[in-house]
């Protein structure tokens, strides 16, 4: 077994305890050499690295830890890289989430005009890294976090030559669900996984080989329960229509209206709660004698985030040829979609990397539009990241399908590139 380089960008994250303890859990079948967290924020990263410290201490992994502002340090020979930024960090986020709503649009961090902003931001920073990689560890894997992770990977994979994988730890969560509506006895199951990041379903359940979505959308199961996000309701009617169990995201797809009033309604946007809850966990993470995660990190969201990343690079590190629904090239594991679109869907994992699974057969028109819309404003919106091209970044917004108000597209565009310019190197503002 190889001895490891980790390296952690946005290491000041209150959410890297759960991937510390990730690697503790797996410390058996992943060799610790070292361990360096790398962040601009001082404060943060400070606090984060103490607390490492601590956490690896009692999980007995007995590594160097290195704290540094240097991506160049952090990068260099690394034989994987996990980003978890947040450029503009939750300042931005909110705005984000503000500005949308005076345009009567969606102010959310991933979908619509707000995941759009963000991912006007993040795609420079995340494509610094990606050529850093190139340079200084050429055979590393980036396992991507950060948001909108689809459209990250869409960019870093159609840009450069580094090994990466997108990741969100929403199908996890589908998964496991879909599980326990196996029937008892049950002792094989597989299923389908089709989408993008934010946007996919589960089409297909095997119970012992036999497809039984069909019995659970024609009927009012527990399935049209399903809570992700939000406490709508998920109907069977609505189940029958799209032909598929969706992520949470979709119900701002589903109940459009309602979820921007809703959002309108709310006393503070998420962004600020988050700012709430992260303080709150910065002052838990100083306690000198914390030295494993807190529960209260739960409050901050991002359930099963250690299990989903230090699993897949566990998969890849030891051959182990699992199945993970990440992002990846499609590859021709869905016809409907060119060859070099970033999918989210079920890979064969192994020391090669992630092989997406071809569906065969797949006529599900209302997915299949819906997709074909989105990854064009996918595709868009990372041109307008990678070039500052305005009239991309406009187009982007007239082809995504919670948005096509020319007048609102362009009124959000222009105010939300004046309040982010500090950020958007790309465009001459």
Not at 183 to 188: A, I, L, Q
Request: glycine share 8%.
């Amino acid at each position: 077994m190889r001895e490891l380089k980790f390296a952690i960008i946005g290491a000041g994250s209150t959410y890297t305890p759960e991937l510390i303890e990730g690697l503790i859990v797996r410390k058996d079948n992943l060799k610790l050499d070292s361990l360096y967290l790398m962040d601009i924020d001082d404060r943060k990263l400070e606090i984060i690295y103490q607390f490492t410290k601590r956490m690896l201490g009692k999980g007995g992994i007995n590594s160097k830890v290195v704290m540094t502002k240097s991506l160049d340090e952090a990068v260099e020979g690394a034989n994987y890289v996990i980003c978890q930024v947040r450029a503009g960090k939750l300042d931005a986020r909110i705005l984000d989430e503000k500005i949308p709503l005076k345009y009567n649009l969606l102010g959310q961090e991933t979908t619509g005009a707000g995941g759009f902003m963000n991912a006007l931001r993040t795609i420079p920073v995340i494509m610094n890294v990606a050529r850093k990689m190139e340079k200084l560890a050429p055979d590393a894997w980036m396992i991507n976090f950060s948001n909108p992770s689809g459209i990250i990977a869409e960019a870093v994979l159609n840009n450069s030559n580094v090994k990466m994988i997108g990741l969100c730890n929403g199908p996890y969560g589908m998964i496991k669900r879909a599980k326990e509506m196996l029937p008892e006895g049950t002792k094989e199951f597989d299923y389908d996984f089709v989408g993008l990041n934010h946007l996919c379903w589960i089409t297909g359940i095997y119970a012992d080989g036999k497809n039984i979505i069909s019995e659970k959308l024609n009927s009012n199961t527990e399935f049209a329960k399903l809570k992700n996000l939000t406490e709508t309701k998920r109907d069977d009617v609505l189940l029958r229509a799209t032909g598929g169990i969706p992520v949470g995201y979709l119900d701002y797809y589903y109940f459009r209206d309602k979820k921007i009033q809703e959002c309108k309604e709310k006393e503070k946007t998420r962004g600020e709660e988050c700012k709430i809850i992260e303080e709150e966990l910065l002052e838990l993470y100083q306690q000198p004698e914390l030295n494993e995660k807190p529960k209260q990190l739960e409050k901050r969201g991002g359930a099963n985030y250690s299990t989903v990343a230090v699993s897949l690079i566990d998969a890849i590190e030891n051959d182990k040829n699992e199945y993970h629904v990440v992002d990846v090239k499609n590859n021709g594991a869905l016809d409907f979609m060119d060859k070099d679109d970033v999918v989210e869907v079920k890979c064969l994992v192994n020391k090669n990397g992630a092989t997406p699974v071809k569906i065969n057969n797949f006529d599900n028109q209302y997915i299949i539009g819906l997709m074909r819309a989105v990854k064009a404003y996918e595709k868009l919106t990372v041109k307008a990241g990678l070039t500052g091209d305005y009239d991309a970044a406009l187009a982007a917004l007239m082809v995504h399908p919670l948005i096509g108000d020319y007048v609102k597209a362009k009124g959000v565009l222009d105010e939300m590139l004046q309040a982010n310019k500090e950020f958007l190197p790309q465009f001459k503002l």
